[in-house]
Each structure stands twice: as C-alpha cells, then as structure tokens.
C-alpha cells in the first residue's frame, strides 16, 4: 500500500514539474514581442598559430672543492638551464647592446660591449639536460608562441603600416643637427 501510494506521489510530482517547464516554454514562446527578432552574428574563431621556439644552454661543473661532486652537478645543471631561459628570452624580446670605443689618434684604444635582455618567459618545458664531456651540462628548452607575439612586440616587425623614423623609434637619441 505504502508503496503504490509513493509510487504515485512521484508519478504525480515528476508529471507536474514536467507540465510546468513546458507550460512556461509554451507561455515564453508563444508571447508577441514588440520587437522585431535580431539575428545574432556568428562568431568564427580562428586556429591561432603557434611557433616553436627553441633555447639552448650550457654549464660546467664548479672546480671549487667545498662542494661534492652531487652539488657541482646539480649547479651545472642549474646553469644550463638558466643560460638555455637566457637564449630564449633572447630569441623573443631581443637582446639590448651598449657599446663604447675610445680612438685615440685614430687607432682604438679600448672597446667593451656589454649585452643586456630583460624579458619574462612563460610555459616553456624542459625537453632534455644532457651530459657532456668534461663535466659540462646542455638543457634544452621549448616554447610555444602565436605568429602575432613577434608583430605585437616589435616596432620593427610589424603589419600595421606605421612607418616609423630612427628619431621616432629612439628614446634617448638626439638629433645630429644639435651638435
């Protein structure tokens, strides 16, 4: 008995619920609309597409005799690593050089370079460490960027028709005409 009288409870609830979601579907469907129906544009997302760039590094073991031979790995390996995130931020944001020359009677006397990146690098993966010979150390790195990273980023590179001047794209220049 109790479970016929369940059984219909539920019979009588699934069937009311059911009526009332079509009810409303009905009542929303079927109300006239002042306004006239829009068609909403699709949108088409397109593939991006990506580029695989690739950062090598290299690290040689310390020959400072406080370490064991486990940390001097391990700190080879470390500086592979580094110097392979190092080639990579090269390849992506560029590398930034100063440079100075002192002449003296038109000879050099002294010249230094010094190279600078200042760049953050996201989702790049280790692809190998490899030993090498003479306790040297190469790590590989990959990255994944889209073909538009290099248009956004650089002046130089990019599609969108400005033309810059070299006064223009410099920051600390000054103009030949003040000298």
């Known amino acids: ?24 579907e009905v009542k929303t469907a079927a109300t006239p609309t002042a306004e006239p129906t829009q068609v909403q544009p699709k949108i088409v997302y397109k593939p991006r597409e990506r580029v695989k760039i690739t950062g090598i590094g290299y690290g040689a073991e310390s020959t400072f005799s406080a370490y064991t031979p486990g ?8 500086a592979s690593k580094l110097d392979a995130y190092r080639a990579l931020a090269e390849q992506l944001y560029g590398i930034k050089i100063d440079s100075n020359t002192a002449i ?29 010979a003479d306790h040297n150390y190469e790590t590989v790195l990959e990255v994944y960027v889209d073909k538009g990273f290099f248009e956004d980023t650089f002046v130089y590179s990019g599609s969108k028709g400005v033309t810059m001047t070299p006064m223009e ?5 000054q103009d030949i005409s003040s000298y």
Request: charged share 15%; proline share 2%.
């Open 1 to 24: 008995m109790k479970r016929n009288t369940l059984m219909l409870v539920s019979a009588l609830t699934a069937a009311s619920l059911a009526g009332c979601s079509s009810t409303s």
């Open 71 to 78: 940390q001097r790995r391990l700190m080879a390996i470390r």
């Open 104 to 132: 003296s009677t038109l000879t050099a006397k002294n010249d230094s370079f010094r190279a600078r990146v200042n760049a953050v690098v996201r989702g790049a993966r280790v692809v190998s460490v490899t030993p090498m």
């Open 169 to 173: 794209a410099c920051i600390n220049c």
